[in-house]
């Protein structure tokens, strides 16, 4: 059994040599660390953590334990000099004193076994946790709880008087290390403050799970206030989680014990985290680190605690450096040739109007922008895109055409803002969406109804009755208009069909679909000819938060409380992929302008961008401290900006995967962000009443992101992210829940009122 | 720290969970009801977590019972019903058992069902867009204020509406003038709307001051012609005010003296402006509005100027009104009708003057109804969209029918109509759309017909007499006699001001038949309407737009003069644009011009 354990223990450290060379190191330096008593054999240093303070009845019960576990294995001399250091009469029991089979002082290999034996026993007197049981099993644990099963008998035979002792052993041990950490040169402490919050809940969750009821109450009480405030939101769960029965249905605390809590720690910091905790033989720390956590080791200098801030947060801890390695195709794809004589013709016409000279090279540029091919950019047919409809090619020429009009923004020339309200919005306001071309507005709400409406004069209008449609004369030129029925034009429509809340809705590029997503587990896909349902999507069984087109169409992403996001294309049923991998609820979900990735935003407080291609995840972004409720990329693709509740507007540098600016001013949950359409501009809009624009051409003109930080994915985010704020507008006392920037570059905003 | 730990949650003690248990008829120990209460406080946490996501995500800031009802739903757990209402529920104490309860009274679902009372706070749902930042600077308004739809009025709106009114309602024509010309164009007093509305809901108290009605009435006018203004259900309110002028036996209509018949007129034609311009901002309206004029319609009770009222506001909505609701209640009406026109006693004479009004009323509605009708046949593809569903009556019977309750003073219309038409009424462009052209004669007589009258009455000499006959009063009343109708027409309707309807009916006609067809048709066949030439359809924004400036002329007239001509064309453009299909393919000019020529040969 011991070679087993210590198998495991090796195993997990994966370093055996270096293993033995530290033991015999640690035995002396253990006695200096912090001025405890010395242990007086190298070889029984296990219990003197435990040792320490025999004051506590808790610990003298443990010492018994040891005691009685030492005469049963018959090492007397063990025994004789552990009842000497602790000072604890002789027990009338106890006497079997047989041979010790090797009290080895010296790095041999018996000695390192009795030293194992000690140190193991710590662990299990610490519990017959599940957690610590599993070291015995071989290395990935099938299930904490299988495990359990399987105990050595050295553990039964120790449960029935260490269980007292152990949790109090908690807390020696998380204020022990504490007390290292905090002593520790400041250049490491700030990393190795990092192990702090994952330890923290795994120790907790170990002693509610072993019925430590008020242990773990004690514990949390006495360490939770140092955890990091960001944490606040998980440590209030698992504040009210206290019995081992609780821990089955909770599926965030599922994920934090089935996941790696990931860390980032220079090799240096590393080194001393582990010597401290091999020295002071303190296994109980070490196996959680093992077991739980994941640490990144990386050469260099270690990160100053903003750097760590800046990244850190999310449910699950940092990105692994590995995962964001993966090339992304950011560019854009290559816009299709449009006939030039139609666009030409109209050119002249302006240009008989005047300036005839200005316009021509403003186009020109827009003409060489789309004939380059990207060097970043994916192949054109890396995923299978929708033919261009002769209604598409006049909507590209028309967009065009309003690019030549539309107004260059930046720090001097703002643009203007439009705010639709949503009034008399009873029902509850909770989606909104506008058409590319800002024609449409449609409103999702938490009656289960979508509501459109028509910006412009036109009104909105229904296709007629296929028994009307055979009256019409379909080889005439407006048979388009003909077949709209007159009768029905009206300001607005309702659709009718969901039969829950809608969370998120999104116009289709060419206008002619809505898609939405409800509580009710379905995405719809409604004809904006006819104003009916076409589709219902099903598949996600649970709430859905959020769904969006793709900037070509035909393919739309939907993401909800099932943690997976799921790709469809409107003429299947089925999905065609499913991104699962995000520890919580998906957010929101966004395509990049290229079509060729998702990125998705989740409730563990991480983006991820997944390839549509392959269904990789190919970025973790880390960093917000709260649920991300808004993504936006930015025109060329290249960045990305994302919102959260905790009021906080990052920006994304796909390429390198890194965080390269952090802007602060929001107040509440930032719902919407939006580009203007070159870029410049980043408009966000919060429950705090305000749209801000934030200058997003300086933010991403002075980034040089040099080797190293693309190599070490270690950021440097400006200070003066208050220098990028170009404004901030407060609205009538209305939320903000969606922009957008019109082809010509005026800003729209949307909310309902509600006094 | 248990003290800490409680403070921070909700807890459930073991009491509650025992009595609860009680009252389900189940004896618990003191350590499964601890147990149990533990469970229970950590769902209702668990549940609280989950329900928070809804409201994240419905983009709320508070959490509602609703919220939590989801989050159990999802969980698997009944929804607890009854805590939805928005007051808050009194939480009450038994002094005696230490208890807190919520209260729970009996709702009766019978009264509550029969309740009158409207719940408020159920408008419509809108969007409405303003212009918050230019160039992200210049604040156009404060910032942080609320919407103008629920703003509380400022000292400058509220010095306006008292200013407005005043001039609106005072002695001074001019003001009024202005302060309507203001109200129109104004942009910034939508805040005002409910105020003005409510204004105008005073008709009901001023029915006996035909002045004062008229001014609301030309307020109506105003506000609705506001681009600015966004009337949403206030559509309905200002519908009820205008129908009131139209159908209610008003206090003044007593006097005989009193005109009170163009104030009907005049609100018709508002009711008809309303409908076409704002009648989609509430669904129905146009069947609560003809219900409401058919039931005047029956009720026999109703004075005649009621009827009156009813008549020419079918008329005012469109031919199709008067085929659905008039038409068809002829029969019963005409017996009515007939019984007052043969009475000669003198005490009767009053009544019987009323009676002819309405007889005239009818009679123009009803010419309209046949020439739109035939109309709309002979251009199956444009006319009849919509009454495709509905039209069952097929024309000859309904000519049959109509001929035999007016005789020869319905043939005569068609009969004379090209004629008329052809000489007086081709050059105005007024009448662009003829759903709308029943008042304007009016105006154009008066304003703008002198040069084509001197035209077409050189060009022919037989309609040159008829024309001039009707182009001016006197004329036309020496056109009218020529039918046993006109002369107790012309007997009754006294004064000046009794004639201008008449006046107007005339006219009406004239202008059907300009398109020539009006007559044609009942005498041989319908002919399909001619191809229209696409250079054609360009005519008809340029004619609306020339409407526009009749219109503008009108308004400077009426507002002098006050036995005020509505002028046709104050329809909005839009109006026009929303009928474009239809009347680019009439191809109007092309067929005056034809017709005029034609008619230079009819033997008359």
Redesign the interface.
């Known amino acids: 059994q011991f070679i087993l354990k210590m198998a495991a223990v090796q195993s997990g450290q994966s370093e055996t040599e270096e293993e033995k060379e530290i033991q015999p190191e640690t035995s002396n330096d253990g006695s200096r660390t912090d001025g405890r008593p010395p242990a007086g054999s190298p070889g029984v240093p296990a219990p003197s953590p435990g040792a320490v303070k025999p004051s506590a009845p808790g610990e003298e019960e443990t010492l018994r334990a040891v005691l009685r576990f030492l005469q049963k294995n018959n090492l007397s001399e063990s025994v004789e000099i552990l009842r000497r250091e602790a000072g604890l009469p002789d027990e009338p029991e106890d006497q079997t004193g047989s041979e010790s089979s090797g009290t080895g002082s010296g790095g041999q290999e018996a000695g390192g076994g009795v030293g194992d034996a000690g140190s193991l026993l710590s662990r299990v007197s610490a519990a017959p946790t599940p957690a610590a049981a599993t070291v015995a099993a071989p290395p990935p644990p099938p299930s904490k709880v299988g495990a359990g099963d399987d105990r050595p008998d050295v553990n039964v035979v120790l449960s029935a008087y260490s269980q007292q002792g152990d949790p109090v052993l908690y807390d020696v041990y998380y204020s022990g290390l504490k007390k290292f950490i905090e002593s520790v040169l400041d250049c490491h402490r700030a990393e190795l403050s990092q192990v702090f919050y994952p330890l923290f809940v795994h120790m907790y969750l170990e002693l509610v799970y072993n019925n430590h009821e008020a242990e773990s109450?004690?514990f949390f009480?006495k360490f939770s206030g140092d955890q990091e405030c960001y944490y606040a939101d998980d440590l209030r769960?698992l504040?009210?989680?206290?019995?081992k029965?609780?821990m089955r249905?909770?599926e965030t605390l599922l994920d934090f014990r089935t996941s790696k809590f990931v860390l980032r720690i220079s090799r240096d910091s590393y080194q001393l985290l582990k010597r401290h905790l091999q020295e002071r033989q303190n296994n109980q720390i070490w196996t959680i680190i093992q077991e739980h956590l994941y640490i990144d080791i990386f050469d260099g200098m270690p990160r100053s605690k903003s750097q760590i801030d800046a990244m850190s947060g999310s449910l699950a801890g940092e990105a692994k450096r590995d995962s964001n390695k993966a090339k992304v195709f950011y560019g854009l794809l290559k816009e299709p040739e449009i006939e030039v004589p139609l666009d030409d013709e109209d050119e002249e016409v302006e240009n008989e109007e005047g300036k005839p000279k200005k316009k021509k090279p403003k186009k020109d540029s827009l003409g060489n922008k789309s004939k380059k091919q990207d060097p970043n950019a994916p192949q054109q047919n890396r995923i299978p895109l929708p033919e261009l409809k002769d209604s598409d090619k006049l909507d590209k020429i028309m967009n065009l055409k309003e690019a030549t009009k539309r107004v260059r923004l930046g720090r001097d020339?703002?643009?203007?803002?439009?705010?639709?309200?949503?009034?008399?919005?009873?029902?509850?306001?909770?989606?909104v969406d506008f058409t590319d071309d800002s024609s449409l507005?449609a409103?999702g709400y938490?009656d289960s109804t979508v509501?459109v409406?028509s910006?412009t004069?036109k009104?909105l209008r229904r296709v007629k009755s296929a028994a009307d449609l055979s009256l019409i004369?379909k080889e005439s030129d407006?048979v388009l208009?003909r077949i709209m029925d007159?009768?029905t034009?009206?300001?607005?429509k309702i659709l009718h069909g969901h039969s829950?809340?809608v969370?998120g809705i999104s116009f289709s590029p060419d206008r002619n679909y809505l898609l939405s997503c409800s509580?009710d587990g379905t995405v719809r896909l409604w004809s904006l000819q006819t104003f009916t349902c076409l589709v219902g999507y099903k598949g996600h069984n649970?709430?859905v938060?959020d769904t969006q087109f793709s900037p070509y169409g035909y393919y739309f992403i939907s993401g909800g409380?099932d943690r997976v996001a799921r790709l469809w294309a409107t003429d299947h049923y089925q999905p065609l992929r499913m991104f699962a991998g995000h520890l919580a609820?998906i957010?929101c979900t966004r395509f990049h302008p290229n079509s060729n990735y998702v990125a998705t935003g989740s409730?563990d407080r991480t983006i991820r961008l997944w390839d549509v291609l392959t269904g990789n995840c190919v970025r973790i972004l880390t960093g917000h401290k709260g649920?991300i409720?808004a993504i936006a990329f930015s025109p060329n693709g290249k960045f990305m900006a994302s919102g959260a509740?905790d009021g906080r507007v990052l920006l994304w540098d796909i390429g390198h995967g890194i965080m390269i600016g952090d802007l602060k001013g929001h107040t509440d949950?930032i719902?919407t962000l939006k580009f203007s359409r070159d870029g410049e501009i980043l408009a966000s809009g919060s429950?705090d009443?305000t749209v801000r624009?934030w200058d997003a051409f300086k933010a991403f003109d002075e980034l040089e992101t040099d080797d190293f930080t693309a190599t070490t994915g270690h950021i440097h985010l400006p200070e003066n992210s208050q220098e990028l704020l170009?404004?901030t507008?407060?609205?009538?006392?209305?939320?903000v829940?969606h922009l957008h920037f019109t082809r010509r570059n005026l800003l729209l905003?949307?909310g309902a009122?509600n006094? | 720290m248990a003290d800490r730990e409680e403070r921070r949650f909700a807890e459930v003690p073991r009491e509650s969970v025992k009595l609860v248990a009680e009252s389900a008829g189940v004896e618990l120990s003191d350590d499964v009801a601890a147990l149990l209460a533990e469970d229970v406080c950590y769902r209702l946490r668990e549940a609280t977590q989950s329900s928070s996501q809804f409201m994240r995500h419905a983009k709320r800031r508070k959490l509602t019972v609703e919220d939590f009802n989801r989050a159990l739903r999802w969980s698997n757990v009944e929804a607890i019903c009854g805590y939805g209402a928005q007051d808050v529920l009194p939480f009450r104490s038994i002094k005696e058992g230490e208890l807190f309860f919520v209260e729970d009274r009996d709702i009766n679902l019978v009264e509550l069902a029969l309740a009158t009372n409207i719940p408020k706070g159920c408008a419509e749902t809108m969007v409405r867009v303003n212009v918050s930042y230019l160039d992200g600077k210049g604040n156009l308004e404060p910032q942080g204020t609320v919407p103008s739809a629920v703003q509380t009025l400022s000292d400058d709106l509220l010095k306006y509406y008292q200013q407005i009114t005043r001039a609106i309602l005072g002695e001074d024509p001019h003001l009024m003038k202005v302060a309507l010309l203001d109200l129109q164009s104004n942009s910034k007093m939508a805040a005002l709307l409910p105020y003005f509305v409510y204004v105008i809901s005073g008709v009901k108290s001023v029915s006996h001051d035909l002045e004062q009605l008229n001014r609301l009435l030309h307020m109506v006018k105003s506000l609705i012609q506001n681009p600015y203004l966004y009337l949403g259900s206030y559509v309905r309110s200002l519908v009820s005010s205008v129908m009131y002028c139209i159908l209610e036996p008003l206090a003044a209509s007593i006097n005989p003296l009193n005109d009170h018949w163009t104030l009907r007129d005049y609100a018709a034609l508002l009711l008809s402006h309303i409908f076409w311009s704002h009648g989609d901002l509430v669904s129905g309206l146009y069947h609560q509005i003809l219900l409401s004029l058919q039931k005047v319609l029956s009720d026999p009770v109703r004075p005649l100027c009621s009827h009156y009222g009813a008549v020419v506001g079918l008329h005012a909505l469109g031919w199709k009104a008067v085929e659905r609701v008039l038409y068809p209640h002829l029969p019963a009406y005409w017996a009515n009708l007939q019984a007052v026109l043969d009475d000669y006693s003198v005490s009767n004479a009053q009544v019987k003057a009323d009676g002819h009004k309405v007889y005239g009323a009818i009679l123009v509605a009803v010419e309209r109804l046949l020439k739109m009708k035939a109309l709309s046949l002979s251009q199956p593809a444009e006319g009849p969209r919509g009454s495709g569903a509905w039209s069952p009556v097929p024309l000859p019977a309904m000519y049959g029918e109509l001929y035999s309750f007016f005789g020869d003073s319905l043939a005569v219309r068609f009969s004379t109509g090209p004629g008329l038409g052809m000489a007086a009424k081709d050059p105005p462009p007024g009448p662009a759309h003829p759903d709308t052209a029943r008042k304007m004669p009016q105006l154009t007589a008066n304003l703008s017909l002198s040069p084509p009258l001197a035209r077409s009455s050189s060009s022919s000499s037989s309609s040159a007499q008829r024309s001039r006959a009707s182009s001016s009063r006197p004329g036309q009343r020496a056109a009218g006699p020529s039918r046993d109708v006109f002369p107790k027409a012309r007997f009754t309707a006294p004064p000046a001001g009794g004639a201008a309807p008449t006046f107007a009916f005339l006219i009406g006609g004239r202008q059907m038949g300009r398109r020539c067809q009006g007559r044609r048709p009942f005498l041989t066949a319908f002919a399909p309407a001619a191809p229209a030439p696409p250079s054609l359809t360009a005519s008809v924004p340029a004619s609306s737009s020339s409407a526009l400036s009749a219109a503008a002329l009108a308004a400077a007239a009426t507002a002098v003069a006050p036995p005020p001509a509505p002028p046709l064309p104050s329809l909005p453009p839009r109006t026009y644009a929303h009928k474009l299909p239809v009347i680019g393919r009439v191809s109007k000019p092309v067929r005056r011009w034809a017709c005029s020529h034609y008619s230079l040969h009819l033997p008359l």
């Open positions: 109450k004690a009480e769960i504040s009210s989680l206290s019995k029965e609780h249905g909770n020339t703002l643009p203007s803002i439009c705010f639709y309200s949503f009034l008399n919005a009873y029902q509850g306001l909770t989606a507005i409103g938490a509501r409406w910006v004069p009104k004369d407006d208009e007159e009768k034009a009206s300001e607005s829950g809340p969370y509580e649970y709430p938060w409380h609820d957010t409730s649920p409720h509740t949950a719902y429950m009443n624009l170009l404004g507008y407060l609205t009538k006392a209305t939320p829940i905003a949307a009122y006094p």
